[in-house]
């Protein structure tokens, strides 16, 4: 799978970007050169930014006015700083590991309580996980894997895989809320109702079962999309963490690994990734065994 954020080449003497897809992510607004440009047509006017001429008309028409308008050879953040409690739930974790596995720096901010970051305007929505890139607050979990997963070079060059690692990723949002509806009932009722949403007809299995779906329609491969990790991989291995840490009474530590063997295998996969491993080391209290 190739892994491109936003690639733009900025058209030398033209003073316009043109958008074209599959240019390595390190092209991003490098100026062509116009002998690269020019083309041989007699009036000597003609561009060429690709390597036929229907290539160059696609991509100049990838300059829209939309495009004209907006687009900027952006620089990269200065300041990142993610907001969550001292723990390893999926929504926040797997923002946290991709920016990790991409090489991007981040103030890691643990300890700060969310009534000091309401008191300074930071929860837009009044709950965390957030991050605060260069003064600016972003929230809500799809919106910042999506955007630190474009950073970390993670993000899937195709529209339709980028969109699946977001039904993925919104796949999780489902069983997190799933199973958060049963915190509120009393004691004596929690088990019941968790042990029936496991059952073969359980809502739980149902939201599972859509995972396990993604992950085989992609060839079974241990993957969300294509064959290399992506943010939704690491948010479905942080989800299944917590599920299958026996600290949720009445989900059985084995339900996923004896129910979703795609699943599993994709979990074993995430694990044995070299930055998942160094990750583990760094917070082993979390991960010590």
């Keep these: 799978m190739s892994l491109v954020p936003r690639p733009y080449v900025h058209v030398a003497g033209g003073g316009k970007l043109l958008g074209l897809r599959g240019l390595p992510a390190r092209a991003v607004c490098h100026p ?10 007699g009036t000597g006017r003609g561009f060429c930014a690709a390597a036929s001429g229907a290539a160059a008309l696609l991509a100049l028409g990838a300059t829209s006015r939309a495009a004209q308008s907006n687009a900027s050879c952006a620089e990269p953040p200065k300041k990142i700083r993610i907001y969550y409690g001292d723990m390893p739930f999926w929504r926040a974790e797997c923002v946290r590991m991709c920016l990790f596995l991409g090489g991007v720096e981040f103030d890691d901010m643990r300890d700060k309580k969310r009534d000091a970051l309401k008191a300074e305007g930071k929860l837009t929505f009044g709950a965390t996980p957030v991050m605060e890139v260069d003064e600016k607050m972003l929230s809500q979990t799809q919106a910042m894997a999506t955007y630190c997963s474009k950073l ?3 993000h899937p060059q195709s529209d339709w895989d980028a969109a699946k690692v977001d039904e993925a990723i919104n796949g999780c949002t489902d069983v997190t809320m799933t199973i958060g509806k049963t915190f509120s009932l009393p004691a004596e009722q929690k088990v019941r109702a968790r042990q ?13 079962g859509g995972l396990e779906r993604i992950i085989t329609e992609n060839g079974s491969n241990g993957h969300v999309v294509g064959d290399s990790i992506t943010v939704a991989d690491l948010a479905i291995w942080r989800l299944i963490g917590w599920l299958s840490s026996g600290v949720i009474d009445g989900i059985p530590k084995d339900y996923v690994s004896s129910t979703f063997p795609q699943i599993a295998a994709l979990c074993a996969k995430v694990n044995c990734h070299p930055k998942v491993q160094e990750w583990k080391q760094m917070h082993s209290k979390f991960y010590h065994k």
């Excluded at 062509?32 to 047509?41: F, R």
């Excluded at 029936?196 to 599972?208: A, D, K, S």
């Design 32 to 41: 062509l050169q116009p002998a690269l440009l020019q083309c041989s047509l």
């Design 152 to 154: 970390a070079g993670l």
């Design 196 to 208: 029936e949403l496991i059952t073969p007809q359980g809502r739980l299995t149902m939201h599972l």
